[in-house]
Structures are given as structure tokens and as C-alpha cells.
């Protein structure tokens, strides 16, 4: 398989903390990226890493990238409720096929 | 999920009947995709194209087949669906190379009893 994983499955916060998700994946990459999917829809992009990037900020969002251990990490900081939903992390390493990890489900508690 | 619509959103079926999912794109993207997404297995490639009539396999193929007769329309037919095939359905489409972001139609479920 080409799917990467991402960690922990499934994370609980309370509304104003920070979120943490991991993702690990398997091959060289041209690029990572960050998708979001709310209950019974489709998923909808959040951010672009390029591999020769480490660190990108957009809004609440900051994505790390480390192409030495071939991990990501999405931290959403000061959470609120609306960010409830399963993230997913996909890698681009053709420029044309996307392979997608089996997703951390955030619950974030009012 | 504006710009790119599947069809039917709901269909259930019965094993060994033919199934012919529909994904229709007003953005005029080179590239198309079919997912399905299963629980534990997070979305998994089934079959991209590239431009009308290219086509390639995706991860998890076996069982499914495509066509894209025109830039607008991708369709994807399980030919005797099997119970193993109950998922749903993503179809997403991207600009391609300098624009390699991913928009997703709201999906297809696709129950076979």
C-alpha cells in the first residue's frame, strides 16, 4: 500500500486548545498536503507543504514537514467546535496521483 | 463541492448486477479521480485519468473500469458489483501540474446486498 497513517486515529479536546495530528507516509514526495472532512461530506483542502519546505502557517493552521522521517504534523491552535471533523494527510509524489492516510478524527468539545 | 457533481449520490444494488457511477466537472481540469473510501482504510485510488480516453490504475483497481470520452465526464463500472464494493465513492479533480490540489465532489454510496 501506498497510504500513509496518521496518529492518533481519533483525539478529544477541549474547545481552545491546541490539536496535534501526525502523519507518516512511505515515499519521496513532491509535496504534502492537509484535507479536512466533515461528517458525510467531501473532503476539502486545507494546506500545501512543498518538500523543500519545513514549516507553513495558514490562519489557526501550522504544518511541519520532515522528509528524513518522512512525517508531517498538522497543529490547529485555539480550536473551536467547527473544527470537528476527520483530517487526512496526502502525498503527491508524481504531480499526479494523491494518496491519501486513514485519517484522525477530531471531536472538539464546547 | 461546486463545479464537480457525481451521480447518483444514493444506489443500492444487488451482487453481480452492473453499476456505473457518474462524475461530471465544469472546471475543465485535466485530471480526474476515483476514490472509495472505506472505514479503517481512510480513501484509496481506484482509477485516475490524465485526458480524455488516458487512463491509468490506481491502488485498488481490480473490479472497476473507466472512461472519459470528453474533458467534462468520468465514469466508473464496477461490472458484476460484489458486496466487498459497498463504500463510498469520492470523485475529485485537479488542475494538475502547478495547481496539484485536490476538489471533491460530496460523494457516492453504493450499498450491494
Known amino acids: 500500500s501506498q497510504q500513509g497513517e496518521e496518529d492518533p486515529q481519533a483525539l478529544s479536546i477541549q474547545e481552545g486548545e491546541n490539536a496535534t495530528m501526525n502523519c507518516s507516509y512511505k515515499t519521496s514526495i513532491n509535496n504534502l498536503q492537509w484535507y479536512r472532512q466533515n461528517s458525510g461530506r467531501g473532503l476539502v483542502h486545507l494546506i500545501l507543504?512543498?518538500?523543500?519546505?519545513r514549516e507553513k502557517h495558514s490562519g489557526r493552521l501550522r504544518v511541519t514537514l520532515d522528509t528524513s522521517k518522512k512525517s508531517s504534523s498538522l497543529l490547529i491552535t485555539a480550536s473551536r467546535a467547527a473544527d470537528t471533523a476527520s483530517y487526512f494527510c496526502?502525498?503527491?509524489?508524481?504531480?499526479?496521483?494523491?494518496?491519501f492516510g486513514t485519517g484522525t478524527s477530531l471531536t472538539v468539545i464546547p | 463541492d461546486a463545479g464537480i457533481t457525481q451521480s447518483p449520490r444514493h444506489k443500492v444494488t444487488e451482487t453481480g448486477t452492473p453499476v456505473t457511477l457518474r462524475c461530471h466537472q465544469t472546471?475543465?481540469?485535466?485530471?480526474m479521480y476515483w476514490y472509495r473510501q472505506d472505514p479503517g482504510h481512510g480513501l484509496r485510488l481506484i482509477h485516475y485519468s490524465y485526458g480524455v480516453k488516458d487512463t491509468d490504475k490506481g491502488e485498488v483497481s481490480d473490479g472497476y473500469s473507466v472512461s472519459r470520452s470528453k474533458t467534462e465526464d468520468f465514469l466508473l463500472t464496477l461490472e458484476s458489483a460484489t458486496s466487498s464494493q459497498t463504500s463510498v465513492y469520492f470523485c475529485?479533480?485537479?488542475?494538475?501540474?502547478?495547481?496539484?490540489?485536490?476538489?471533491f465532489g460530496a460523494g457516492s454510496r453504493l450499498t450491494v446486498l
Open positions: 507543504i512543498r518538500s523543500n519546505e
Open positions: 496526502a502525498t503527491d509524489a508524481t504531480g499526479n496521483q494523491f494518496y
Open positions: 472546471e475543465n481540469h485535466r485530471y
Open positions: 475529485a479533480i485537479s488542475g494538475g501540474f502547478g495547481a496539484n490540489v485536490l476538489t
